[in-house]
């Protein structure tokens, strides 16, 4: 059997907030597989073990873009190792910089980005300087660029932290900004449930069934109730399903407000800066005496 560490067990407590024991326990079952614990987990303890799926795991920005016309935009997301950092003025300059580059320049991936004119020199020039002037490491991590369908609407969120392009066609202006708006808060993962992966649907089927099972429901029923958690799940995770944030009645989905307003959603692009990253555990008196330090440069 696989040795079952201390680091590990903090690992899959931090990602999902159950109890020490409980993480241990799940992790001994699991024979060490990480992603098979927290699986163990949510059959046991619900879904408060999905706490890591929002949480933000690292520093830095969303550099957003969007052309006049709302034709074209591109998001980008830049790194940096602390908060401070990602409070920069420059930082920020250099990710709606790449941003613009992205969306007028097309490059095909971040080294062809690196690659391109900025300044006096070129993007990695220009972050390798202000690598040198901060004195931390920052790093361009992806991009996605978009030629709407229809006219494009952006909302950044938190410091930059969130950021959205959803490219609609029809209505107005105002349903664009909604639309951005609900996405930051909402996150869901596709437009409509063709977009989930195969994998998710299985995961959430097989822990209704065991769940199901644990409860003592005959097992006659287990693949019925599974199909029923498998399609709320839908609604939670899909942009048309979901209900819309600012709907008065609490009621009204995504997919019945763009129908009352005679509009569509082509696509839409969510960052959550570090998403799927580790985050660094700093010093906070040497991030203190960094920053009085930067201050005073």
Same mark, same amino acid.
């Given at each position: ?53 929002? %949480? /933000? =795991? *690292? $520093? !830095?920005?969303?550099?957003? &873009? +969007?052309? #006049? ?8 997301? @830049? ?65 996605? %660029? /978009? =030629? *709407? $369908? !229809?006219?494009?609407?952006? &909302? +950044?969120? #938190? ?8 490219? @609609? ?129």
């Amino acid at each position: 059997m696989a040795e079952i560490t201390a680091s590990m067990v903090k690992e899959l407590r931090e990602k999902t907030d159950a109890p020490m024991m409980e993480c241990k326990r799940a992790l001994i079952e699991a024979g060490g597989d990480l992603a098979k614990a927290e699986e163990i987990l949510r059959v046991k303890l619900g879904s408060k073990a999905t706490k890591a799926a929002t %949480r /933000i =795991a *690292a $520093e !830095g920005v969303v550099g957003m &873009y +969007v052309a #006049g016309d709302g034709k074209l935009g591109a998001v980008v997301e @830049v790194n940096s190792e602390t908060d401070f950092v990602a409070k920069n003025d420059e930082f920020i300059a250099l990710s709606k910089g790449c941003a613009e580059l992205v969306a007028n320049q097309n490059p095909v991936d971040v080294a062809a980005l690196s690659a391109l004119p900025m300044g006096d020199g070129t993007v990695e020039s220009t972050r390798a300087a202000l690598v040198g002037k901060i004195g931390e490491n920052m790093t361009l991590r992806r991009f996605v %660029r /978009i =030629a *709407a $369908e !229809g006219k494009l609407a952006s &909302y +950044v969120h #938190g410091g930059s932290k969130i950021g959205v392009l959803v490219d @609609v066609s029809g209505g107005d202006e105002q349903l664009g900004k909604d639309l951005a708006m609900h996405i930051a808060a909402s996150k869901p993962k596709s437009l409509d449930s063709s977009g989930v992966p195969a994998e998710l649907l299985d995961t959430e089927r097989r822990i209704a069934i065991e769940k199901a099972r644990e409860s003592g429901k005959p097992e006659a029923m287990l693949d019925k109730i599974a199909e029923g958690t498998v399609q709320k799940y839908l609604k939670d995770v899909t942009l048309l399903g979901q209900v819309f944030v600012k709907a008065e009645d609490g009621k009204q989905t995504i997919e019945q407000l763009l129908k009352a307003k005679g509009a569509k959603v082509n696509s839409f692009t969510l960052y959550i800066v570090g998403e799927g990253l580790e985050k660094r555990v700093n010093d906070f008196a040497a991030e203190v005496a960094a920053q009085a330090a930067a201050a005073k440069k």
